[in-house]
């Protein structure tokens, strides 16, 4: 049987059913998800994420694929390394183009190395780094890649980074209230304040999906989401036609929590729906309201989780006042091949010490659990 590889420079050109029968029914793996970031103009070569996935094929038929894209620079990707591109410039090093496998703006765990088995998994990423070494480039970064596939990546020479983001894990909760009494009085307390704080200001929360997520419910949401880039001075990375098209091709996974004052809609928050998690991507507000955000993003979404029996909610990157909501420390991961031997070791020190100030500053997290004992 002949082993081939192919590079797509757009998803369109890889057949939906084939791409999604390696994703593991992820939903921010989906051809519909990451062909909308195309197809709406928020990842191209204008915005700095050029299409370079990698296919592999076996007899002409696909076996396994890497959503790979060529980076000119580090935005979007949620794992830092602008220092180690300002060390290749002192040096007089170019470390852009840079090629990443990920989800282009999306800090979430899932596969990377899309294949049904090992062997597939490290003949697809060997040939990825051999290709960035005959293109030239400085690295080949792989985000947010599970647990399991850590051993492909170090076994092909990739140094591993750990981080850390705060995740809600459904322990078996009957109800929310369920899971309120499985916190500490005093977080407890706090939730139950935010929550009584938006009553009072005569704020209720809807659950948008499917039918009844309409297109003037996302003219809103955009609105919103917009909003919380223009506060921080800052364009946002998705326009509108990202999430008409994600209506079109993929509805059933969009869960949307509005949030109305007096019968006017104020806040929203997008969430993405998996087989087993949801995960929290988007919020924003037109006004402010004490506890607003919490409610909105958090407490709806976990209410969301315990009714349709989802597994875990993950709450975005970042955020230690997720810890009092009840979403815990979870460690996540990057693989990184760096081509300049000599860069390659300064950064695996630089590695070393970070883990181990995460792996203090994790177990410090862990000490201040909101929850009153292991369920």
């Not at 998994?121 to 070494?133: G, N, T, V």
């Not at 989780?305 to 975005?316: P, Q, Y």
């Given at each position: 049987?002949?082993?081939?590889?192919?590079?797509?420079?757009?998803l369109d050109e890889v057949p939906a059913v084939a791409w999604n029968t390696l994703t593991h029914g992820h939903p921010l793996l989906d051809h519909g998800y990451l062909s909308s970031l195309e197809e709406s103009g928020c990842v191209n070569h204008r915005t700095g994420w050029t299409p370079r996935h990698l296919i592999m094929k076996r007899d002409r038929e696909i076996v396994a694929a890497m959503p790979l894209y060529l980076k000119n620079h580090s935005r979007g990707e949620y794992v830092f390394d602008q220092s180690w591109a300002h060390a290749f410039e002192r040096h007089g090093l170019h470390y852009y183009p840079k090629a990443v496998c990920a989800i282009p703006f999306t800090p979430v765990t899932g596969p990377r190395l899309l294949a049904h088995t090992a062997e597939d998994?490290?003949?697809?990423?060997?040939?990825?780094?051999?290709?960035?070494?005959h293109e030239g480039l400085s690295s080949l970064h792989v985000l947010f890649p599970p647990p399991e596939e850590l051993d492909a990546l170090q076994t092909s020479g990739l140094l591993v980074r750990k981080s850390v983001q705060f995740h809600?894990?459904?322990?078996?909760?009957?109800?929310?209230?369920?899971?309120?009494?499985?916190?500490?009085?005093?977080?407890?307390?706090?939730?139950r304040q935010d929550t009584r704080?938006?009553?009072?200001?005569?704020?209720?929360?809807?659950v948008l999906e499917n039918k009844t997520l309409t297109p003037g419910a996302l003219d809103f949401f955009y609105r919103c989401y917009r909003q919380t880039y223009f506060n921080h001075g800052q364009l946002p990375y998705l326009n509108r036609a990202f999430f008409s098209r994600l209506h079109t091709v993929m509805p059933e996974k969009m869960v949307m929590v509005l949030a109305y004052r007096h019968d006017r809609p104020v806040a929203a928050a997008m969430?993405?729906?998996?087989?087993?998690?949801?995960?929290?991507?988007?919020?924003?507000?037109?006004?402010f309201i004490p506890g607003l955000h919490f409610e909105t993003c958090y407490m709806r979404a976990i209410r969301y989780?315990?009714?349709?029996?989802?597994?875990?909610?993950?709450?975005?990157a970042q955020g230690e006042h997720k810890l009092a909501r009840g979403l815990s420390p979870t460690e996540t991961f990057s693989g990184h091949w760096i081509a300049d031997t000599r860069f390659k070791e300064a950064i695996e020190n630089y590695l070393q010490q970070e883990t181990r100030m995460l792996d203090s500053?994790?177990?410090?997290?862990?000490?201040h659990s909101p929850f009153k004992a292991e369920r």
């Open positions: 049987m002949s082993t081939t590889f192919e590079q797509a420079h757009a998994q490290s003949a697809l990423l060997e040939h990825a780094i051999e290709r960035c070494a809600w894990m459904n322990t078996g909760y009957s109800d929310y209230n369920d899971f309120l009494m499985s916190m500490s009085q005093p977080k407890r307390k706090k939730i704080k938006c009553e009072e200001a005569g704020v209720r929360f809807e969430n993405i729906r998996g087989p087993s998690a949801l995960y929290g991507r988007y919020w924003g507000c037109m006004e989780c315990i009714e349709r029996n989802l597994k875990v909610f993950e709450g975005g500053y994790t177990q410090e997290l862990e000490e």
